[in-house]
């Protein structure tokens, strides 16, 4: 019942999401007229909540996961949404799976870091090398300006579910419970296991931007010179200026009124592709 409700609650938030107060207090320009959005396909039944998306280029198909409590299995789709393969994640748990990033064609990052209550403690990224053999390696985080699991309603900014690889480095991106401050923050770490800075090791928040939105997803362009971050009902679009990946310059708000939207990747250096909660593939390109 709880499970419903809030699906109902953020079904009509969606409804109604506009870009006024991204125009307003932080500078981005309204985009929806400049893009086209059709409906690839649908994914398969055994792909019954997306939250994780990422293109694999040189295949032209798409790797996406479950949402919390599903196996910890990848399925690889081709742009309809049909079926291709299944890749099996040997070594890790599926407790709540909410984002998939690439390093390249052979290295994959998922983030079990789903924290709706903001009281886990057992925060966690896997690193998945998936040539010669399929390899997994847990890198086990925390956040040190999370003080307490779970912490006062007005302070819930630690559920994770956007993530994106940058030069050597993992950027994620909050998801704000909180009713008042509606911040975004950004946090960093290595992407291998025994970095510095990286494995259990607490990691400091990096940046932020104020969002009355919900952060669900991330993806970077091909080019490296776009950051998205996927909300319910728009996508945010940043550009990445130098070696900098950051919130600092708000680029386009896309409004996408097409259900709960949780997975997106790029596919081109301005054509993006997000699923939503019905397991519908929708491709966002521009005119």
């Not at 309204?30 to 994914?43: E, N, T």
């Not at 994640?89 to 690439?102: F, M, P, Y």
């Not at 057992?122 to 997994?136: H, Q």
Request: aromatic letters at 10%; a positive charge; proline letters at 5%.
């Amino acid at each position: 019942m709880l499970h419903s409700l809030i699906a109902f609650l953020l079904t009509i938030k969606t409804a109604f999401c506009s870009c006024r107060s991204d125009v307003q207090r932080n500078g981005f320009q309204r985009a929806r007229s400049a893009y086209k959005v059709i409906q690839l396909g649908r994914l398969p039944k055994v792909v019954n909540e997306s939250s994780g998306l990422t293109y694999r280029a040189a295949r032209g198909t798409f790797l996406t996961h479950n949402d919390g409590g599903g196996q910890p299995t990848l399925y690889e789709v081709d742009r309809y949404g049909k079926l291709l393969d299944s890749i099996v994640v040997t070594g890790a748990t599926n407790i709540d799976w909410e984002d998939l990033t690439q390093q390249d064609s052979t290295v994959l990052f998922v983030g079990d870091f789903g924290n709706n209550q903001n009281k886990r403690r057992d925060l966690t990224i896997y690193r998945i090398a998936l040539k010669p053999t399929l390899r997994v390696r847990p890198m086990p985080f925390r956040f040190a300006d999370q003080k307490a699991f779970p912490p006062p309603r007005s302070q819930r900014n630690f559920d994770m579910e956007a993530m994106v690889w940058f030069q050597d480095s993992l950027h994620l991106f909050s998801k704000n419970w909180s009713l008042r401050k509606r911040y975004v923050h950004q946090y960093k770490l290595p992407d291998r296991p025994g970095s510095a800075g990286a494995g259990s090791n607490a990691l400091e928040p990096q940046d932020s931007i104020y969002s009355r939105a919900m952060v669900t997803g991330a993806a970077l362009s091909p080019d490296a010179r776009t950051l998205a971050l996927l909300t319910y009902g728009k996508i945010l679009l940043f550009s990445v200026q130098g070696n900098q990946l950051n919130l600092r310059h708000p680029k386009h708000c896309i409004r996408l009124p097409k259900g709960q939207t949780e997975a997106i990747t790029f596919v081109s250096e301005t054509d993006i592709v997000v699923t939503n909660e019905r397991g519908k593939l929708y491709l966002i390109s521009k005119k």
